[in-house]
């Protein structure tokens, strides 16, 4: 027993000893035990903690992964969503340069690419000059019709006053057709009773005859009168087919107006201009290359305005409400939780959809059930946000 007695005090370690407590098994008589035999009630606890915290550890996340499901509809078919599209051509024509680089963010208005021209100016320069010159045609063209206008009034003017003077000689020279042919007749009376001479009587009749004959000439004068009045009637109204033709003109002033506008909107076309302040996501056409009227140039993500686009499994759909709060993560960037709202709920499912308008996540390529897309506004979302990042998404359930 001595010997038991010794090798149990060599198993103590000294109380001076600062280092921590060990047991070292060391050969012992048979029949009395070993060593290890008395260190093994020492380790049972410290087994059991830990087996405690490593329960712990698995079961508390399990745990809260459960509630959270209970609370949340969750989906991982998610992604960030901005308003992208893509600007094409109005006309027809080759691409001479691109003025913008993917990724470069522009503002609105600002060229980004540019279209062959050369033929557009040049039918622009054919219009402005056609133009020019039915303008000074217009122009011309007015001032003659005044000018013609005021002569043909002083003719006309002058046609009536000689018309009148005429009409006034035609009487004159009638009333002294008929003294002449009176006095004529009276001479010719008194010639027949022997108290005028013959030489008398022919005197009075070559007068009364030089009266009819004045008389003639007057009528005839205020015919020529008249027929110059009525040649300057003539004449005005003839004017007004020729002012007429102003309107003529002015109608081809508008259409040489309206061939250089379409050939300046043509050339305006030729520059393919940003919508609206954004980013150039993708340069679809080179320099050199042609395009078609509507064809795609440039994918352009118009605007900062991004949000979240879910697809929800038909199960989950009567849980969710407009203005239901969700929690966001995406994994471009760990750590980091987003809030918004639900504002939109798709009315049809994916299968009433083309499938390209449905993203697929990562790990599924194949669905057995419909799905719903949903909406979510964010709440001051990040600058760096991009559309077409995958996203994880959880949106509190409705309460019912």
């Given at each position: ?6 090798s149990s005090k060599a198993l103590r370690p000294r109380r001076t000893d600062l280092r921590p407590r060990e047991f070292i098994a060391v050969p012992v ?174 005197d009075a009749q070559a007068k009364s005859m030089t009266a009819n004959a004045l008389t003639k000439e007057a009528r005839a004068q205020r015919e020529a ?121 798709g009315l049809t499912t994916d299968y009433e959809m083309p499938a390209s308008e449905v993203p697929q996540p990562r790990s599924e390529r194949m669905r ?33």
């Open positions: 027993m001595a010997t038991a007695d010794a008589p048979s029949g009395e035990g070993t060593g290890l035999a008395q260190a093994s009630p020492r380790r049972r606890p410290i087994a059991w903690m830990i087996a405690c915290a490593v329960f712990v550890l698995v079961a508390a996340p399990i745990g809260l992964w459960v509630h959270y499901q209970s609370d949340y509809v969750m989906s991982r078919n998610a992604m960030v969503r901005g308003q992208l599209a893509q600007i094409g051509a109005r006309l027809q024509g080759v691409v001479t340069s691109i003025e913008a680089e993917e990724g470069e963010r522009v503002s609105a208005g600002q060229i980004l690419a540019r279209l062959e021209d050369r033929h557009i100016r040049a039918d622009a320069q054919q219009a402005q000059a056609e133009l020019e010159g039915l303008k000074r045609e217009l122009e011309v063209e007015r001032a003659a019709i005044i000018h013609e206008e005021q002569r043909l009034e002083n003719r006309l003017g002058e046609a009536t006053a000689n018309l009148n003077a005429a009409a006034a000689s035609v009487e004159a020279a009638q009333s002294r057709a008929e003294d002449a042919r009176a006095f004529h007749e009276t001479r010719r009376s008194l010639h027949g009773s022997g108290f005028v001479s013959g030489e008398a009587v022919r009168a008249r027929a110059a009045a009525n040649r300057a009637r003539l004449d005005a109204a003839g004017l007004a087919i020729r002012k007429q033709r102003i309107g003529v003109l002015e109608a081809g002033v508008m259409r040489a107006e309206a061939r250089l506008a379409a050939a300046q909107a043509n050339l305006e076309a030729t520059l393919i201009r940003a919508p609206a302040d954004g980013a150039v996501v993708r340069r679809i056409v080179e320099p050199g290359g042609s395009v078609d009227i509507g064809s795609p140039i440039l994918a352009f993500w118009i605007g900062k305005d991004v949000w979240v686009e879910a697809w929800l499994d038909e199960d989950d759909i009567g849980d969710v409400k407009i203005g239901s709060a969700a929690r966001v993560t995406l994994q471009s960037f760990p750590g980091r939780e987003l809030h918004g709202t639900v504002d939109k709920i057995g059930a419909p799905v719903v897309g949903v909406s979510i506004r964010l709440e001051n979302p990040p600058r760096e946000l991009l559309p077409g990042l995958s996203a994880v998404v959880g949106i509190r359930r409705a309460q019912s």
